[in-house]
């Protein structure tokens, strides 16, 4: 029935022009506002050929197998399933990372997390360690393993590690970072490091039902959930990894975008920080605050 009522929508000439057109519609529909990226990503990728190919061949006719395979995903994003886990991958930092259901799809934003650990150990000269906390799907260790040649990473992740392995076997940095499977609020980290750098969870608990379909009903809600206030991982790494660096060591935590105050406040009441800075992402908003751990 859905290939049927699909074939009413399509225009007739069976192109990928027309699929595509008739998915963008659909998708504009349902309320996604990146309908015609969304579209491309979806078509290409089912495919097997880039977007560049897509737009630049749309007269290609789709047979009847394609057209059935290409209709699943489109429902599937129509019910907000996020395009990295239909397509199973997202780019992050120009790089390819395979996601599921089981770990956050990283942001772009999130790059901006990256950016302030390069420059924070750009004075380092020995060979650094660092501390990814709640790895996920890797990137943050991947990204900076690759970055950073001189550099040895211990990944730690409550979750399944499968798809963090998978990601750094794929970018060929496994001889770089130690995944360690736990809770890093109840295991050693095993320190100190130069830095140590996390995305926690940051979502109050009472917001998470107010969030988009795609983070609500398909992300996993352990890497979302940051307890009533969205607070509790910062209250915890904040002291802990103190503790955990080098003298002069750097702690990097991506925050929500109103939460910059209340985690300065975290850093301040801790008093063993120095140069503390928030920096904003790309849209302007509060994204990361860093901090340096005092001499003495």
Known sequence: MLLEETKLDLSRDGTVYSFLNWASQKFLRAGITSHRLDAEILIADGLKISRTELMTHPERILNRAEEQMLCSRIER??????????????EFWSLDFAVNEKVLTPRPETEILIEQCLKALEKISTPVRILDLGTGSGVLSIVL????????????EN????????????HAVTDQ???VSGDFMQIDWQGPYHLIVSN??????????????????????????GGEDGLDYYRYIVPMAWEQLEK?????????????SAVVEI???CSRYQDLQVVQ????????VLARTMNG
């Open 200 to 225: 926690p969870p940051y979502i109050a608990s009472e917001n998470l039902l107010t969030c988009m379909p795609e983070v609500r009903q398909y992300e996993p809600p352990q890497a979302l959930d």
């Open 281 to 288: 992402d790309y849209s302007g908003y509060d994204r990361v």
């Open 145 to 156: 393993a690759k970055e950073i040649s001189q550099c040895q990473i211990t990944a730690l």
């Open 267 to 269: 850093f301040e009441d």
């Open 159 to 170: 979750s399944a590690l499968e798809i963090a392995r998978k990601n750094a076997l794929h």
């Open 177 to 179: 970072i130690c995944f």
């Open 77 to 90: 994003r129509v019910l907000r399933e996020p395009v990295s886990h239909i397509t199973g991958n997202q």
């Open 248 to 260: 002069n060591g750097w702690l990097v935590l991506e925050i929500g975008h109103n939460q910059a």
